[in-house]
Nanobody, 124 residues
Framework: QVQLVESGGGLVQPGESLRLSCAAS????????IGWFRQAPGKEREGVSC????????NYPASVKGRFTISRDNAKNTVYLQMNNLKPSDTAVYYC?????????????????WGQGTQVTVSS
């Protein structure tokens, strides 16, 4: 059974950091591109990072570039999202997603497997 489980969310103050984890079971992440998405209340789901399966290349939108870093540990079958200098505008439910394809994509429709999400709240 294919499953993705996110963890690491929480409540932090502006400027602080969090590291989200996405643990996969039922399949090996090696051959899957992984994306992190977020969805705030009343807003569409947006991609915040992705990492390819082909060469480990990564991609970020301007809103998080320089603050967020995605990485993968294939031995642990886990992908991470390091989030630094968090802002109130980063508040959302964060999801990881996987698709058996080589290259990055920031489009939710191009991912077949999703985790249940983890809440990140940035507030003073």
């Amino acid at each position: 059974q294919v499953q993705l489980v996110e963890s690491g969310g929480g409540l932090v103050q502006p400027g602080e950091s969090l590291r989200l984890s996405c643990a996969a079971s039922g399949f090996h992440l090696d051959f899957y591109r992984i994306g992190w998405f977020r969805q705030a209340p009343g807003k569409e789901r947006e991609g915040v990072s992705c990492i390819s399966s082909s060469d480990g290349s990564t991609n970020y939108p301007a809103s998080v570039k320089g603050r967020f870093t995605i990485s993968r540990d294939n031995a642990k079958n886990t992908v991470y999202l390091q989030m630094n200098n968090l802002k109130p505008s980063d508040t959302a439910v964060y999801y990881c997603a996987a698709e058996k394809a080589p290259y990055c994509s920031g489009y939710p429709d191009e991912y077949s497997y999703w985790g249940q999400g983890t809440q990140v709240t940035v507030s003073s």
